[in-house]
Every structure is written in structure tokens, then in C-alpha cells.
């Protein structure tokens, strides 16, 4: 992820929440950024995949498709303790990014996982990302995001 204070940052689950103050505005500025990116370098797939860029900084592309789709990024308190359910972006060091839904104890987030990363995959598969859902530890669900494969 990039540096804070050097443009819009995509929430990506982890730390506090973005502050809400003109957010919307700039969500909507950066989304369509990616979006004409797409159009300028992806020649006749437009923005039917992932730009360069995004593949070389998949988590924060990920991340601001799931925040320009509506749904919420999980966040946590100062001690690292979880107070909002939504989707949590881990890159996995192998070209991927893992979507996970976490949540504050006992909120519910475990229960509404498949459903909600089902979601998440609906809103990154029309831009181009290969999303893959499984099951891991302790039966937890988690999105394994992936680059299209190369034509």
C-alpha cells in the first residue's frame, strides 16, 4: 500500500476507519482514475482487466474496487481489536490477495462470510480478477484474488 498522506488510500480492512469527510468524492475520483487507466493501456480489453499498475500493486486495487462497490472494510481499534464487520485484504506474497470477513467477537461475521465474499467476488470478476472462494482454518471462508491469466 502506499504511504498515507500521498493520495487516496483504498480501505483495506486493517486499522482505523477512513475518515468520512469528503471520502465519497474522492472514492468516485479514484475509481474512475482506474477506469480511464484501463481504457488508455488495455488496448481492445478496456476495462475488462486490470491495468499494469494494479497488477503490480494488487492490494490496493482490490481494495479500491470492494470500497467503490459499497461494501464495507472491516477496522480496529488502536489496541488491533476488531470494531466493524466488513472485508479484510491480506496480499498472500504469491501474486494474490486474500479477502477475508472479519468482524468485532461474536458480531456475526463468520456467519454471513460465504454470502459477503460471495459479494466481493461479484464486484471484482466484471473488472478482470480471477476470484477463487475456500475454505481454510478452523472452516473460516476466504476469497483468493488472482491476475486473469495471460492471453
Known amino acids: 500500500m502506499a504511504t498515507p498522506g500521498q493520495g487516496f488510500e483504498p480501505a483495506s480492512g486493517d486499522g482505523p476507519p477512513p475518515p468520512e469527510a469528503g471520502r465519497a468524492a474522492q472514492l468516485r475520483t479514484a475509481y474512475e482514475?482506474?477506469?480511464q487507466i484501463r481504457r488508455l493501456v488495455n488496448g481492445p480489453a478496456g476495462t475488462?482487466?486490470?491495468?499494469?499498475w494494479e497488477?503490480?500493486?494488487?492490494?490496493?486495487?482490490?481494495?479500491?474496487v470492494l470500497e467503490a462497490s459499497g461494501l464495507p472494510a472491516s477496522a480496529q481499534d488502536?489496541?488491533?481489536l476488531r470494531t466493524r464487520t466488513g472485508y479484510r485484504l491480506a496480499a498472500s506474497g504469491d501474486g494474490r490477495v486474500?479477502?477475508?470477513?472479519l468482524g468485532p467477537p461474536g458480531g456475526g461475521a463468520a456467519a454471513e462470510e460465504q454470502e459477503r465474499l460471495t459479494a466481493c467476488?461479484?464486484?471484482l470478476e466484471p473488472l478482470g480478477w480471477v476470484c477463487l472462494l475456500?475454505?481454510?482454518p478452523r472452516r473460516r471462508r476466504f476469497l483468493e484474488v488472482e491476475a486473469p491469466a495471460a492471453s
Do not use: C, K
Open 98 to 101: 486474500e479477502v477475508t470477513w
Open 78 to 80: 488502536a489496541e488491533g
Open 33 to 35: 482514475g482506474l477506469l
Open 55 to 64: 497488477l503490480r500493486l494488487m492490494t490496493r486495487a482490490v481494495a479500491l
Open 134 to 136: 475456500y475454505r481454510g
Open 48 to 52: 475488462a482487466v486490470p491495468a499494469p
Open 121 to 123: 467476488a461479484a464486484a
